[in-house]
């Protein structure tokens, strides 16, 4: 099963999970955007009757635009193979958070990651947070590595309560010895539906500074200020939102902070778990 992972040289690592860990899609998206752009192959994917309640993750029927017949896409998670600019090897793991045996479905992700030897593996989440849509995304990153801490100055995350795939996936993986960290974005709780391409592209940004590797955002910085715009358009016709956005760019701009601590962060999906009555 993991063959396809053999023969990879200190590959790259990025992982995401759509649902109950990623807010307006962004992380998965950013995933999504990386296999694209670098035409990523798949090695293996998971059995998705093992994981997967059919009723909570349906599979979608589509017509190949090619010769027309129809087919199921079942919902699950799969590894792909990539290179990025200069011959870098990617992984990119890209998936839904298991309804089932999460245990044994991080433990196979696991064991497929060791068997690529990666450099490091990068796990991107994405949380509602009291954040104005009108300045950068607030982007923190936090490990358990030591190597990563020195490397990128970075601490280790303080947030207690409950977690979703990527905080599981996270302590899996650092558990087994793989220097781990995670990339989490904090959207606008008031434009939560997705796409969100503006957290989508801070999380890429954040990637490229990890990574120390140029990354193709395609289109994403346009669709990036078209969202930033379209959501001014929205704010500008109810005064009760306007003057809230107001109030939270009053509260950033006297914080003087660019992007948020990872305490902060940790606050803010607290503030995120009780707003969802958890």
């Not at 199921?72 to 793991?93: E, F, Y």
């Not at 954040?131 to 950068?136: A, C, L, N, S």
């Not at 993986?173 to 990339?183: F, Y």
Request: aromatic share 8%; hydrophobic share 40%; glycine share 8%.
């Amino acid at each position: 099963m993991n063959a396809g992972l053999r023969g990879l040289r200190e590959p790259l690592v990025v992982a995401a999970f759509s649902g109950w860990s990623d807010a307006g899609d962004a992380a998965s998206a950013a995933v999504g955007h990386l296999a694209e752009a670098y035409q990523a192959e798949l090695a293996f994917e998971l059995d998705p009757d093992d994981y997967y309640d059919y009723q909570v993750n349906r599979p979608e029927a589509l017509i190949d635009p090619d010769d027309g017949e129809r087919q199921i896409i079942w919902p699950t998670t799969r590894i792909k193979t990539a290179q990025l600019a200069g011959g870098r090897d990617l992984v990119l793991v890209q998936g839904i958070e298991p309804n089932l045996r999460w245990r044994q479905f991080g433990g196979l992700i696991t064991s497929a990651l060791r068997s690529a030897g990666p450099a490091r593996v990068f796990v991107l989440g994405a949380l509602l947070a009291d954040t104005p849509h009108t300045r950068p995304v607030p982007v923190t990153t936090t490990t358990r590595d030591t190597s990563l801490m020195e490397t990128y100055g970075i601490g280790e995350s303080t947030y207690e309560g409950p977690t979703g795939i990527v905080g599981v996936m996270a302590d899996l993986l650092a558990r087994a010895g793989l220097p781990t960290a995670s990339v989490w974005a904090a959207l606008p709780h008031y434009v939560s539906h997705p796409p969100c391409p503006k957290a989508t592209l801070a999380i890429l940004s954040q990637l490229e500074r990890l990574l120390d590797v140029p990354l193709d955002f395609g289109e994403l910085p346009e669709l990036a200020r078209a969202w930033e715009r379209g959501v001014n358009e929205l704010a500008a016709e109810d005064s009760e939102v306007a003057e809230y956005v107001s109030q939270l760019e009053e509260q950033q701009d006297a914080a003087e902070l660019p992007e948020a601590s990872g305490d902060a962060i940790a606050a803010e999906f607290e503030r995120y778990l009780k707003r969802r009555g958890r």
